[in-house]
């Protein structure tokens, strides 16, 4: 096992203050152009999508308990009449419609949420850790070390199918490196962001897809980019010299969110505190603040496109929807082959439009297994490369090739729904 130790760099994280909310407020962003916003006020929610017009949704769900925002989506959990939990989000839909709040699934008993940001429930004596926009039956990732291993670290992250456990200890530099198959520990001296309000998730780390790279911000508002497919971790803190940037950080209490990177900027959140007369320090409002990425990660937005035909994986089966699509159409009446309602009867207007909701629900549930198996196939490849302790450039190309995988099948399902949709159409 080696420990990488990495020093921190002489370049700084230069903060620019943006704007400041209500702690009742939650902020997301799903990309450069679109910031979401969502409060409750006088029991109504409200939703606003770049400063626009703020929808209201009337009628909830049950209680809300917490809200925040994953990668531009609002998710809530409400408790339910007979205090079940339950969580929702709001779905936007494309042009013009309106948004809505949608269930996503039932909240178990033993599911617990992390006050850092992930989700962990216990399966007989194993424990597996999810994100909150994750299905816990199948996206968990298994915990495979002793309790005793992992001692006071909690997990922050998951990126790439592995757990990032974070654990604070005398180390001036982060380090790294792999405790199993599917979890990387990091040490540093410092805590990590967190969050005064019960309200809202945080969420201290920040990945994309396509990149090895983990972002973690520290309470102060440092950053860690930890890379996991060579495990080394750098700091960069941020600047603090200048009066003027004293200023800004004037009644900082603490980091608690990183928003998201967006083109070669990064975006975080940190609590103001206020003290009343007498009382407890307690926050009513948080500012956002934007920097440049280091020098070093400015690419990081941009994909590398090297890697990508290496086989690593064992081919899986095609997407057979085309095929599946092409039969359908080729069928005079609605894609079953003897249809018994006569020609314009109002009974076979309804006939075809149900076959045509059965089919493209059979053609999602295929297409999530394909995306299941694919997952699968991933975890145990990583295993079999863990277990040969391999190299780390090999780690990227099974990611490349695997995301080039998910890709072709996403496209290959949104051209058959998009030639479902067209057969129905003509169908009307």
């Not at 450069?32 to 009337?58: K, M």
């Not at 149900?354 to 299941?372: A, D, P, Q, R, V």
Request: aromatic share 8%; proline share 4%.
């Amino acid at each position: 096992m080696h420990l990488h130790h990495h020093h921190h760099h002489h370049e700084h994280v230069d903060y620019k203050e943006q704007e400041t909310h209500p702690k009742t407020m939650i902020h997301g962003q799903g990309d450069e152009n679109t910031i979401v916003n969502a409060w409750i006020s006088e029991g109504v929610l409200r939703f606003q999508i770049n400063n626009g017009i703020a929808c209201r949704f009337p009628k909830l769900p049950g209680n809300i308990q917490r809200m925040g925002v994953e990668r531009g989506t609002v998710y809530m959990i409400a408790s339910l009449e007979h205090k079940e939990l339950a969580l929702y989000k709001i779905v936007v839909p494309s042009a013009g419609e309106e948004a809505r709040v949608s269930f996503v699934r039932d909240i178990r008993s033993d599911e617990e949420y992390g006050e850092k940001g992930l989700w962990v429930r216990k399966c007989g004596s194993s424990s597996y850790a999810y994100q909150l926009s994750d299905n816990p039956e199948r996206d968990g990732i298994l915990i495979d070390s002793e309790e005793g291993v992992l001692g006071d670290a909690f997990p922050i992250a998951i990126h790439r199918f592995c757990v990032i456990y974070y654990k604070k200890t005398k180390c001036d530099h982060p380090k790294t490196w792999r405790l199993t198959s599917n979890i990387i520990m990091l040490e540093h001296n410092e805590e990590i962001a967190c969050t005064a309000s019960e309200w809202m998730f945080p969420s201290p780390a920040f990945s994309l897809d396509h990149s090895p790279l983990i972002l973690i911000l520290t309470v102060t508002g440092n950053l860690i980019f930890l890379d996991i497919d060579s495990l080394t971790a750098i700091l960069f803190k941020k600047r603090y010299e200048s009066a003027g940037i004293r200023a800004i950080f004037k009644g900082v209490n603490s980091s608690r969110r990183i928003v998201g990177i967006f083109g070669e900027s990064i975006i975080i959140e940190a609590d103001l505190i206020e003290r009343p007369h007498g009382h407890h320090a307690h926050s009513s409002s948080y500012k956002i603040f934007k920097a440049r990425l280091p020098q070093k990660f400015r690419g990081i937005q941009t994909r590398s496109e090297e890697g990508i035909n290496t086989n690593v994986m064992t081919d899986p089966d095609p997407v057979k929807l085309i095929r599946y699509v092409q039969y359908l159409r080729g069928c005079s009446e609605c894609g079953e082959r003897e249809c018994l309602f006569n020609e314009r009867s109002s009974q076979r207007k309804h006939h075809q439009t149900t076959n045509f909701e059965k089919k493209m629900k059979g053609m999602e549930n295929s297409y999530s297994e394909i995306m299941h198996n694919l997952n699968e196939r991933f975890k145990v490849k990583k295993a079999e490369l863990f277990s040969k302790m391999s190299a780390p450039l090999e780690y990227s190309h099974l990611w490349e090739e695997f995301l080039e995988r998910r890709r072709m099948a996403r496209e290959e399902f949104e051209e058959a729904m998009s030639l479902m949709n067209a057969a129905r159409r003509q169908m009307q």
